[in-house]
């Protein structure tokens, strides 16, 4: 449902109903995660996905039986063998969906979206599966803890939810826990299905050079909240950078210690200029960052783990380092380059190979519910 807040929020505010669904779990190839979330109002107007359009006509259907009857339901979609053209996943994967009508007066949803909306972190926590009345039901988890809405359950269930639901929070996850009825962690006949909003990604872009110009482009492309550092005010301009969400004027490896990062930011270093290089990438390696990528040639590369070496950098930390940055795509101008930093930024993050998917037996989708396609298809199976 958070995967559409900006549009559901204005739906709220113009005080229309809706139903929406949302993929709850996925098994094998599955075009979309959990969390993703198609949601139809009354007049039929449709936003968002839950498959990129294999079974969305099967699922639109569903939400108009919902707005209309009023019921949450659950419901299964996988590979049809018998008709090419029944409702099934081409791809030979299965989703869960969750179906809710949702009334523009509900206040847990509506505040829930109109804060994801914001940017602030949030986490919904609703009942996947469950005993009757409590399907669909719903909490909105902040990260101090505090929550909207409930269960419907006894007390200790919506502290048990609010804990496992806080948890994801920390890690901007989104995913399913399964808690008992009484409210107790043992796996039992409660499932729910945790979305979490959290800020975007940092990407720090380091080098307001012609290449940075073009994977600022790339990055917000991919979502991130993007920003170039340079210590030249000439080059750290909004007329260069118009896309940039910030642009800052300072020695990169001073910027990089007094700024915040976490185990989600992208660090590319595009300078290849050793006394710009050197600080900036020995406090670059001992951060707990996502992706540490430098530019340069391979001389550059082999002079600069030098630099790195006669400075402390243990082996260890310069084995983090993604240098010369980018997978060889043959790439040449500068949205080129920016295409393949941006590739290996994706194969770092989802555990790709970076080889190509012809004549591969490579899994196509990575990271399904913390597992990649091959094994879950192999769990489907058994």
């Not at 996925?26 to 969390?35: D, E, F, K, L, T």
């Not at 599966?129 to 409590?134: I, S, V, W």
């Not at 890690?171 to 945790?194: K, Q």
């Not at 930093?341 to 770092?348: D, L, P, V």
Request: aromatic share 4%; charged share 25%.
């Amino acid at each position: 449902m958070l995967d559409v807040a900006a549009q559901l929020n204005r739906w709220f505010e113009e005080g229309r109903d809706f139903a929406v669904a949302t993929v709850v779990t996925v098994g094998g190839s599955a075009p979309r995660g959990p969390g993703a979330a198609l949601a139809v109002d009354r007049q039929g107007t449709a936003i968002g996905s839950v498959s990129g359009g294999c079974v969305e006509g099967a699922v639109y259907d569903l939400c108009v039986q919902a707005l209309q009857d009023g019921r949450t339901v659950r419901e299964q979609f996988g590979y049809s063998d018998d008709d090419a053209f029944a409702v099934g996943l081409t791809c030979g994967g299965v989703i869960d969906v969750l179906i809710t009508p949702v009334r523009a007066d509900a206040p847990v949803f509506r505040a829930a979206v109109s804060a994801a909306d914001r940017g602030e972190t949030t986490a919904l926590a609703r009942v996947a599966r469950g005993p009757d009345g409590l399907l669909g039901r719903a909490l909105l988890v902040r990260p101090d803890g505090s929550y909207e809405g409930g269960l419907g359950g006894p007390p200790e269930l919506d502290r048990t939810a609010v804990a496992e639901a806080r948890a994801m929070l920390d890690t901007g996850r989104t995913g399913t826990v399964e808690i008992a009825e009484d409210g107790s962690r043992c796996p039992g006949g409660v499932t729910l299905i945790v979305e979490s909003k959290v800020p975007p990604p940092r990407m720090i872009v380091f080098g307001a050079v012609d290449f940075a110009t073009a994977l600022v482009r790339a990055g917000k492309f991919l979502g991130y909240h993007v920003t170039v550092c340079d210590a030249r005010p000439v080059f750290a301009t909004r007329v260069r950078f118009p896309d940039a969400d910030d642009l800052v004027v300072d020695w990169p490896h001073r910027y990089l210690r007094r700024t915040a990062t976490d185990e989600r930011t992208v660090l590319c270093v595009l300078t290849h200029d050793a006394k710009f290089d050197v600080p900036l990438l020995e406090t670059a390696l001992r951060l707990p960052v996502a992706f540490v990528g430098a530019m340069g040639s391979r001389r550059t590369h082999e002079d600069r783990n030098r630099r790195l070496r006669d400075v402390g950098v243990t082996e260890g930390e310069l084995a983090r380092l993604r240098s010369p940055i980018g997978l060889d795509l043959g790439a040449r101008t500068p949205e080129e380059t920016a295409l393949s930093i941006a590739a290996e930024i994706i194969a770092a993050r989802r555990g790709g190979t970076g080889v190509p998917l012809t004549g591969s037996d490579t899994p196509i989708h990575h990271d399904v519910d913390g597992r990649d396609e091959a094994e879950g298809r192999s769990r489907a199976a058994a």
